[in-house]
Structure formats: structure tokens, C-alpha cells
């Protein structure tokens, strides 16, 4: 009897209308136990090579970490992957919420959909039961009328709904999905994907819990308990839980390391306006979670009178559409996230987008006449907003900037490059390299283009005294200061990729184990041991991510990305102009250095690719035929 996982894929084929199922057996789950990994296997496995990321042909995974829907704080992640629209590399974006608990309950590990259907549909799963249903009614509306209209059809107000926006049908590049309107698959546009499969929504609703499924529930059950009572007294996550993430404004300004005028500056004049004391003051009205998770980091928000059915803006979107832009209207961001989370656009990339807008047109790259008379300077809230309308729609200038800032600076031509912040086709995320070097490395080296969630934070490991340090401790770590580009760094930075890899095939959230946050690696192995009975090691689970990470990195080698796409924007290489740390910046040689060290820890090639006798070691030999 298989434990932990259900051995159940769904195959969905849009295009032939059919549904099948697929079991697999104990030996494939060691491998591939969940989430990313099971992603990245059917991507590599199944999906021919140089596939147009639109085509019918393309793959959409939605799969299960292996502890997602266990009763613990931060078991909630999926992850949703296909071959980005954005990047054309392998794309990867993981959600929490309740969507994945409610696929689990139902009985599935993971969904494989290809094909486009001839007219817009939904996916309806209740458990074995799965059809797939018209959705003409739904294209082009809001997602709460979508998520209501879905519910009443089917009586039933606790069904979870998956679901794409306008952004995803008019396939923006960087269009992303959300579960229960608050949780979201950001980044990749893998909600671009969807659309192009005239998909519309997958609603889920399962019977069957976790713990039924358990090779030994008592554990799992206890540390729920333990957990729930810790999120109180750990430093981490009771600050998660008293501000959410739009708590690291203060933090990070006051380092010089928050992202401000398309990356020109770390710190910026109107931060009192954005502090976690004015947006608690004007903004918040509750703090809500994801399933079973005590955190409860999600910020809700009243905005005109009423509380909006989106969410409040994280830390990411506060500063993509804020002081990136220029902007310190509080109220404006909350608006402008809801309008994000209404379309459907991942924040990072449309703040990103619009500031490097900004930068055009403050160039002379762009003027009025393309802009249909805007003025898309730094600091123009309405012109932020209207921005995200047009992008959303893909109308005037929204059209190209809809498409990214890689391929809106090929177009526009001239310093238009140099102001695109991006890797690997995927803008950049809130974090500043020039403070945290090894998140530096993480953008560069990251399979889905630039990724602040690939590796713990330099500064959660720099103290040796820290209670995160010493989480992370065990899992062979060294503290390093945060802006030391070394082989010490490199080593630590491959030790917590395969964590953090491991984390999103466990189905966990980067809130949840240590080094970040108040779940200790014995604990995870713990909940890995008694979920599926196997007698795995601290070693084991690193590996379980590493193997991961290698075959995502096997899919963008055979579709031709190598060393010299494992870079970062010049400016990065150049000096911050304010803030605590200006004056900063990565040297280049010193950058170049650590990746070839980390190239040699990862068993890979000079070109960054996995060697045969690592995919070897690794039980993925056959990946390195993948290309064939």
C-alpha cells in the first residue's frame, strides 16, 4: 500500500475532450515524491523539445508537493509549471492557499493538461468524478463572479476554484493564476498557458483527508499542534504573522537595499508613507491564512468603504508598483494590487514592466504619441494604474509592455536594454543583489529566469548567534556576511538551493522550514518518515531537491540556455546611488568566479549543464537523452 502520496495522475487532453487516469507505482514517487519534481520529470519526459510555449502541444503540470494537505503550518504548496511564455525556459511557480489541500483530498497528485480545447471550458473534479464543462459564460469576467458562478452550479460554497483573469486570456506573458481569489501562481505566465487553452478555471472538491492516507498520523498530528503553538514565540514567524510580508519595507530601506527607481537606488525619500504602521492604520482589517497553517500572513484590505475580495499587496507588490516606480501613494498600491490580483498579472513583473516604462520614456525612448499622451514618469500613480489597464488589456503601449521588458527593449532599441532589469527573459524580484550576493546567484542561476525564492536570504544566515543560523545549522551551513562573494557563499548557496528545491517537492512554503522560519529540518524529515513510512535522512531530502533542480536545468539545456544566460543586469554590476549601502555593487570578476565554483559543486559543465555521470548519481541518467 502506497502512504503520503494517492499514486494518481490525471491526464486531460483539451483538445480530444478526454480524461484519463494514471497510477504510479512506490519506486517512482522516491524519485519524484511531488511538486517540482514530478513537474519538471513529465516536462522533460513528455514534452517534445523546442515546443511554442502557446501550442497546443505545450504541457500545463499542476502537481501536489508530497506533504501538501497535511494538517502542519506551510504544508499548503503546488506547483504549476509549463514552458514559459515569458522566459521560453522551463517555468515553475508555486502557490499556497487551499486549492492543493482540496486536490489531495480528492484523491490526485498532480494534473497533466495538453491540447486547446475549440471553445472556452472548466475542469470539475470531485473526487474520482472529473468532466470537463463549458465555460463561454465565464471568459472575460471577474474572477469572484467566476469563482460564484462555478460554486452555485454546483451547490456548493466550499469548492476551490483555480482560475486564470483577462490577463491570462489575452495571454500577457507573465499572466498568473489564482486559488480562493488571495493565492497566486505569480510568476512564469504560466496563467498565459492556461489561457491559451481556453481553460478557463479547474474547480475541486475532496472528501478523503491526509492523515487517512498516512503511514503513521500521529506524528503529523502532533507537530500541527507543536507548530501552532511555536508560530507565537519564534521571532520569524510571529513577525510574519503580526505584519505579513509588507513588514520588510521598513527593514529593507533602512538597509539601502530596497529596490527603488528601476534599481537605482536602495532606499527611497517617501517611505514613511508606506510603513507597516501606516498600512495596519489605513489599510488592514484582518489577517488570514492558507490551509492549516497558524502563520496566517495574508493581509486583507478595505479599500472605497469595502473590504476587497483580493487580498491586501505583499512586500513584493508595495515595492514593484511603489518606490520602483518612484511611487509612495499607500492607497494607490492597495489599488493597484487589486486591480494585479483582479486581471490576474503577476505584481513583480508589471511593477517591474512599468518602471522600466518609466525609465523609457524619462530617456526620450518613448514619448506621448505611444503612451497615448501619459506622462509615464517616476512617481505617477495614475499613470501606474492606468499602465496595468492597458498591459492587462493589451491596448496602446500596454500591447508591448505585455510582453515584458526583454522583448519590449528589443523592440524600442538603443539604452532601452540597460533598463530592462531581467534573467533570463523574467523580471527581477524586489531584492537587492548588491546587498544579498546570493541572491545575486539565485537570479543568475535559477532555471525560471530571476527568482528570489531559490535559496534562504543572505542575512538570515550571516549571524551565527541568529536563531535562523542556527535552525539552518544542521544542514551543514557556515554564517557568512551578506555581501561576501565567496567560496564559502557558493557552498552555502548550493546547500540551500537543494533545501529550498526540496521544500517545493514537499509541497512547503518558504515561511515554514528553517533557516527561514520555525520548522526544524528534523521535524521536516520527521513528517517525510511518517507520511509515507520511508526511512529517509536529512541527506535524503537534499538530494529529493537537488534531483529536481538538475532536471529542470536538463530541460533548458536541450532547449539552449546555458553559461552565458547565467547573468545579471550590468546595473547590478554598478554602484547604488543612495541609501545605506551606496556606493555597492557586485564585482563582476568575483560574480564570474562563483559561478564557475558552484558549476564544479553541482557536478555540472562548463557550459552549465549537468554531466552524465551526475544525472547518473543523481537516478536521472535518462535525462541526458532527453534532448534526443
Known amino acids: 500500500m502506497s502512504y503520503g502520496y494517492t499514486g494518481k495522475i490525471l491526464r486531460v487532453d483539451l483538445t480530444r475532450a478526454t480524461i484519463q487516469i494514471e497510477t504510479?507505482?512506490?519506486?517512482?514517487?522516491?524519485?519524484?515524491?511531488?511538486?517540482?519534481?514530478?513537474?519538471?520529470?513529465?516536462?522533460?519526459?513528455?514534452?517534445?523539445?523546442?515546443?511554442?510555449?502557446?501550442?497546443?502541444?505545450?504541457?500545463?503540470?499542476?502537481?501536489?508537493g508530497l506533504l501538501t494537505g497535511a494538517p502542519f503550518s506551510t504544508a499548503t504548496r503546488y506547483t504549476a509549471a509549463a514552458r514559459s511564455p515569458l522566459t521560453r525556459a522551463y517555468g515553475e511557480s508555486e502557490a499556497g492557499g487551499f486549492w492543493g489541500p482540496e486536490l489531495r483530498m480528492a484523491g490526485w497528485d498532480a494534473i497533466l493538461i495538453t491540447g486547446r480545447a475549440e471553445s472556452p471550458v472548466y475542469l470539475w473534479i470531485r473526487d474520482d468524478h472529473v468532466e470537463i464543462r463549458d465555460a463561454r459564460h465565464l471568459w472575460g469576467r471577474d474572477p469572484l463572479e467566476v469563482q460564484e458562478t462555478i460554486r452555485t452550479a454546483h451547490n456548493d460554497p466550499l469548492i476551490r476554484v483555480l482560475q486564470i483573469g483577462i490577463a491570462g486570456e489575452n495571454r500577457v506573458r507573465y499572466a498568473a493564476l489564482t486559488n480562493d481569489l488571495r493565492h497566486f501562481n505569480g510568476r512564469n505566465g504560466i496563467g498565459a498557458v492556461m489561457g491559451s487553452k481556453n481553460l478557463r478555471a479547474i474547480a475541486v472538491r475532496g472528501t478523503t483527508r491526509y492523515l487517512d492516507r498516512a503511514y503513521d498520523p500521529q506524528p503529523i498530528a502532533e507537530l500541527g499542534r507543536a507548530l501552532a503553538q511555536r508560530v507565537k514565540v519564534h521571532p520569524q514567524s510571529w513577525d510574519l504573522q503580526d505584519k505579513g510580508t509588507p513588514g520588510l519595507m521598513d527593514s529593507l530601506n533602512a538597509a539601502g537595499i530596497l529596490p527603488t527607481r528601476n534599481f537605482h537606488q536602495g532606499a527611497f525619500e517617501g517611505i514613511d508613507a508606506l510603513r507597516w504602521v501606516e498600512y495596519e492604520k489605513h489599510l488592514l482589517t484582518a489577517r488570514r491564512s492558507c490551509y492549516a497553517c497558524a502563520v496566517r500572513c495574508k493581509r486583507e484590505v478595505r479599500l472605497d468603504g469595502q473590504v476587497s475580495a483580493y487580498g491586501g499587496p505583499e512586500y513584493e507588490t508595495l515595492d514593484s508598483l511603489g518606490p520602483n516606480c518612484g511611487i509612495g501613494d499607500l492607497h494607490a498600491l492597495a489599488r493597484a494590487n487589486e486591480l494585479c490580483n483582479r486581471y490576474l498579472l503577476d505584481s513583480i513583473s508589471t511593477g517591474s514592466t512599468i518602471a522600466f516604462a518609466m525609465e523609457c520614456f524619462e530617456h526620450g525612448l518613448i514619448g506621448l504619441k505611444e503612451t497615448d499622451g501619459i506622462e509615464l514618469r517616476f512617481g505617477n500613480a495614475d499613470a501606474m494604474l492606468k499602465m496595468i489597464e492597458m498591459i492587462a488589456r493589451r491596448q496602446g503601449i500596454g500591447d508591448l509592455l505585455a510582453e515584458g521588458v526583454r522583448r519590449a527593449a528589443e523592440t524600442i532599441g538603443g539604452d532601452a536594454r540597460e533598463f530592462a532589469m531581467h534573467v533570463k527573459g523574467q523580471e527581477l524580484p524586489m531584492h537587492d543583489p548588491r546587498g544579498?550576493?546570493?541572491?545575486?546567484?539565485?537570479?543568475?542561476?535559477?532555471?525560471?529566469?530571476?527568482?528570489?525564492?531559490?535559496?534562504?536570504?543572505?542575512?538570515?544566515?550571516?549571524?551565527?548567534?541568529?536563531?535562523?543560523?542556527?535552525?539552518?545549522?544542521?544542514?551543514?551551513?557556515?554564517?557568512?556576511?551578506?555581501?561576501?562573494?565567496?567560496?564559502?557563499?557558493v557552498r552555502n548557496y548550493y546547500i540551500l538551493e537543494n533545501w529550498t528545491s526540496a521544500g517545493k517537492v514537499l509541497g512547503l512554503c518558504f515561511f515554514g522550514p528553517a533557516p527561514r522560519s520555525f520548522i526544524q529540518v528534523d521535524e521536516v524529515v520527521g513528517a517525510v518518515r511518517a507520511a509515507t513510512g520511508w526511512d529517509v535522512t536529512t541527506q535524503d531530502i537534499l538530494r529529493i531537491g537537488e534531483r529536481a533542480t538538475n532536471l529542470a536545468r536538463m530541460f533548458n539545456a536541450r532547449e539552449g540556455f546555458s553559461h552565458k544566460d547565467d547573468t545579471l543586469p550590468n546595473r547590478l554590476?554598478?554602484?547604488?546611488?543612495?541609501?545605506?549601502?551606496?556606493?555597492?555593487?557586485?564585482?563582476?570578476?568575483?560574480?564570474?568566479?562563483?559561478?564557475?565554483?558552484?558549476?564544479?559543486?553541482?557536478?555540472?559543465?562548463?557550459?552549465?549543464?549537468?554531466t552524465r555521470e551526475k544525472l547518473r548519481e543523481l537516478g536521472i541518467e535518462w535525462a541526458a537523452d532527453s534532448s534526443q
Do not use: C
Open 573 to 610: 554590476f554598478q554602484p547604488l546611488e543612495n541609501g545605506a549601502l551606496a556606493g555597492a555593487f557586485i564585482s563582476r570578476p568575483d560574480f564570474e568566479r562563483a559561478l564557475v565554483e558552484l558549476y564544479r559543486l553541482k557536478g555540472w559543465d562548463a557550459k552549465g549543464t549537468p
Open 436 to 489: 544579498k550576493v546570493g541572491i545575486g546567484i539565485g537570479y543568475a542561476i535559477s532555471e525560471n529566469g530571476a527568482d528570489h525564492l531559490t535559496s534562504a536570504h543572505d542575512p538570515t544566515i550571516a549571524n551565527p548567534d541568529s536563531i535562523t543560523f542556527k535552525g539552518g545549522q544542521p544542514l551543514g551551513i557556515e554564517a557568512v556576511p551578506s555581501r561576501e562573494l565567496s567560496e564559502r557563499k
Open 24 to 64: 504510479r507505482d512506490d519506486a517512482f514517487y522516491r524519485l519524484y515524491p511531488g511538486g517540482k519534481a514530478i513537474a519538471a520529470y513529465f516536462l522533460v519526459r513528455e514534452l517534445p523539445p523546442h515546443t511554442e510555449p502557446f501550442a497546443p502541444e505545450n504541457r500545463l503540470m499542476l502537481a501536489n
